[in-house]
């Protein structure tokens, strides 16, 4: 694969990277089998951190397997002490010979929004020259999704050898958003080209570009279907064409697109072993797609939102909508944005609207095109498909135990594949909350050892281990193959158990094997039964 120098440092890493955040949805099997096949097809650089439940120490394991030279690219946040430990635990764990190749700040913009010491004299940027002049960190960078005037002050400050930032030619993503009632602005990806990759070039600063491909929404994913509204406008978008098209922009050294499967890492890779730019023609094919899918996806700028006149929050009910009609990023929904929180009627307000004065700056018909994603919604929440509303989540805890009222969970969403044994079996995907006051802890030798134990009447029939602790108040995915196939339709519990004893049942699911006779008319019918 081709490579890249990053900044002007001696680094040079691989034209397409693999970003790592969608690890958690995957189970485990899956996701290091599409790390490795990511390695083997020259991807020498991975965009990994800490918030992504356990992706970090898949990431090493994968390396460590492939014996090849692959660059870790992890960040940090928080406060000053929380920022260096996490420093110096990506050192044991992704350095070479005492020293990182790629680490830096994770969202710097969120981090200076909040307060964190970011430019002070021990602060995050003056902790990463250090690092640097020590010898101990080989290239500085940042994350950012703040607007162009914000990353301009980036590149010119001369302290980052690397900014990775989103863009693509849709001009926005899946969990774009408009934010200016939280008092913040974000990303402007049609101004992000115009205003940074030249001004990047001219300063020998490393632009790597995450949200190559929309977070899904160029491009049909395999691993993460999309609702069947969202895929026929995109069907025919290559994501090898859309990451040439990126690659070929001044300024811009790699991109880093998530994948979900080997096939997905395996397409992406081609993109870096394919001759620098695209063929002309295909450029103006892509270009044309992308330029269809504009008149019927959101780009959630908020322009419209002041124009309504049934006051409806035009651009989260889109967000929310396009977060789970195309469920690659589902991990960064909101719960005060919920779809039927902020539109719990059924009958979407559109259709009774007697005075139509919302209007799209980009030509967007709102009614229509909000119109079909409520119906989406509605459908997706009958097939089980959508979280619990955020005011049905009742926290579960043991009435006995060891510490009676812990564990305490909230289940988000149980999701389970009603008929199993068949090569194509949906996993499991259980996302729950720590609503107690003790961390659950993956190590098996701690006192607040947590784990997943998949129960038939009183046997226990498979133990799923949390990938990383998770703190009272943080959540936790769940993502696995059931190893058991029942013979006959039987009934599954999943139940938290805690090292001292104590247990607390999650969910259970009514399961049958796939070669059920009645298992076509049951699935024809409704949701998989599962009651959490």
């Known amino acids: 694969m081709r490579t890249r120098r990053v900044g002007r440092t001696d680094l040079c890493i691989s034209a397409v990277g693999l970003g790592t955040c969608q690890l958690r949805l995957l189970p485990e099997a899956r996701a290091l089998a599409t790390l490795r096949r990511g390695i083997e097809l020259g991807v020498d650089w991975i965009h990994t951190s800490p918030d992504y439940e356990g992706a970090e120490e898949l990431v090493a394991r994968a ?110 993503h899946v969990l774009s958003s408009f934010a200016a009632a939280e008092g913040k602005r974000y990303e402007d990806l049609a101004a992000t080209g115009a205003r940074l990759f030249e001004l990047a070039r001219r300063h020998e ?65 081609r993109a870096g072993h394919a001759p620098e730019g695209i063929d002309p023609a295909r450029e103006r094919l892509l270009l044309e797609r992308v330029a269809s899918l504009r008149g019927v996806l959101c780009s959630r700028c908020g322009e419209c939102e002041t124009t309504c006149s049934q006051g409806l929050p035009i651009s989260w009910l889109f967000r929310d909508a396009y977060v789970w009609m195309n469920p690659s990023d589902t991990f960064d929904a909101v719960d005060r944005l919920h779809y039927f929180r902020l539109h719990p009627e059924t009958e979407l307000a559109c259709a009774t609207c007697r005075e139509r004065t919302c209007e799209c700056p980009a030509g967007l018909d709102i009614p229509r095109e909000l119109g079909r994603v409520h119906d989406a919604m509605i459908e997706l929440r009958a097939a089980g498909r959508l979280p619990l509303a955020p005011d049905a989540r009742a926290p579960g805890a043991p009435a006995s135990g060891a510490d009676a009222g812990e564990p305490c969970a909230r289940v988000i969403y149980a999701q389970v594949p009603r008929a199993l044994g068949g090569p194509s079996s949906e996993p499991c ?63 599954l519990r999943f139940e938290l158990q805690r090292a001292d004893g104590a247990s607390l049942e999650l969910a259970r699911a009514s399961v049958e094997p796939l070669e059920s006779p009645s298992w076509w008319q049951r699935w024809l019918g409704g949701a998989p039964e599962v009651r959490a």
């Open 205 to 269: 600063v490393s632009l790597l570009v995450m949200k190559s491909l929309g977070g899904g929404l160029l491009g049909a994913s395999r691993a993460f279907p999309p609702h069947a509204l969202l895929a026929a406008e995109r069907a025919h978008i290559r994501a090898e064409d859309v990451l040439r098209h990126i690659l070929a922009q001044p300024g811009v050294t790699a991109v880093v697109p998530g994948a979900g499967s080997p096939d997905e890492a395996e397409e992406d890779a």
């Open 63 to 172: 390396v460590r397997e492939s014996e090849r030279v692959v660059h870790v690219a992890s960040d940090g946040s928080g406060q000053m002490p929380h920022f260096e430990h996490l420093y110096e635990q990506a050192l044991r764990r992704h350095g070479r010979g005492g020293r990182l190749a790629l680490w830096g700040i994770s969202c710097i913009d969120d981090q200076e929004f909040v307060g964190h010491d970011v430019w002070g004299p021990r602060g995050m940027v003056a902790f990463l020259r250090r690092e640097k002049a020590a010898g101990r960190l080989e290239a500085a960078f940042c994350t950012t999704h703040a607007p162009p005037e914000y990353v301009e002050n980036l590149i010119t400050s001369g302290c980052f050898d690397a900014i990775m930032l989103a863009w693509n030619p849709l001009g926005f």
């Open 429 to 491: 995907k259980l996302w729950i909350e720590n609503a107690g006051r003790r961390a659950w802890s993956e190590r098996a030798r701690s006192p607040d050892h947590a784990w997943l134990s998949v129960r038939r009447a009183h046997d226990e029939v498979q133990r799923i281990e949390l990938r990383c602790g998770v703190e009272p108040g943080a959540r936790a995915h769940l993502v696995f193959d059931l190893a058991h196939v029942p013979r006959r339709r039987e009934t």
